[in-house]
Antibody, heavy 115, light 111 residues
Framework: EVQLVESGGGLVKPGGSLRLSCAAS????????MIWVRQAPGKGLEWISS???????YYAESVKGRFTISRDNAKKSLYLQMNSLRAEDTAVYYC?????????WGQGTLVTVSS | QSALTQPASVSGSPGQSITISCTGT?????????VSWYQQHPGKAPKVLIY???NRPSGVSSRFSGSKSGNTASLTISGLQAQDEADYYC???????????FGGGTKLTVL
């Protein structure tokens, strides 16, 4: 079964850091573009970052310079290092495989930025 | 403000058909056939319904169909069912600084 499982969310103070992980299974992880999408409480979906199979990275303006996407193909894992967090970064963060649309998605992990 | 424009809400009765529009620009929807649609139930992760404008993944009901004309993509749901009540999002590849742009989402109510 093709599956993605996120972890690493939690409560962090403004200015703090957090690292999200996304564990992949059931497919050849190394050959796919992967993405991170977030959803603020009660709001819509927002693409924030992508990484290609050969590590080219792309970022939304809202997170550029603060967030870093990376991958470890040997561990079949995707990461999102989030620094200088702000209240407006509070959201559920999803990872997804970019293939025939975005499919599948993980279950999401909640990041709350609050003092 | 989202890059792609969707109606905030639509509604329909069981058995009816509804269409959700997704309007972009020549930099996204109008120039690329990388438009996809997602269904999201409350508290759940999104699920792909349509990819590359009109392709349906295996396992997705044939009641869901997609199309595109100019800068506007559309999702049609035929034979509405109670379980179709959810939020729907479109997304398109874009040649601007943001490679992927989402619509603001449409809440479907089945009356």
């Amino acid at each position: 079964e093709v599956q993605l499982v996120e972890s690493g969310g939690g409560l962090v103070k403004p200015g703090g850091s957090l690292r999200l992980s996304c564990a992949a299974s059931g497919f050849t992880f190394s050959t796919y573009f992967m993405i991170w999408v977030r959803q603020a409480p009660g709001k819509g979906l927002e693409w924030i970052s992508s990484i290609s199979s050969n590590n080219y990275t792309y970022y939304a303006e809202s997170v550029k310079g603060r967030f870093t996407i990376s991958r470890d193909n040997a561990k079949k894992s995707l990461y999102l290092q989030m620094n200088s967090l702000r209240a407006e970064d509070t959201a559920v963060y999803y990872c997804a495989r970019s293939d025939r649309g975005f499919d599948p998605w993980g279950q999401g992990t909640l990041v709350t930025v609050s003092s | 403000q989202s890059a792609l424009t969707q109606p905030a809400s639509v509604s329909g009765s069981p058995g009816q058909s509804i269409t959700i529009s997704c309007t972009g620009t020549a930099s996204d929807v109008g120039s690329y056939n990388y438009v996809s649609w997602y269904q999201q139930h409350p508290g759940k992760a999104p699920k792909v319904l349509i990819y590359e404008v009109s392709n349906r993944p295996s396992g997705v009901s044939s009641r869901f169909s997609g199309s595109k004309s100019g800068n506007t993509a559309s999702l049609t749901i035929s034979g509405l069912q109670a379980q179709d009540e959810a939020d729907y999002y479109c997304v398109s590849y874009s040649s601007t600084t943001t490679p992927w742009v989402f619509g603001g989402g449409t809440k479907l109510t089945v009356l």
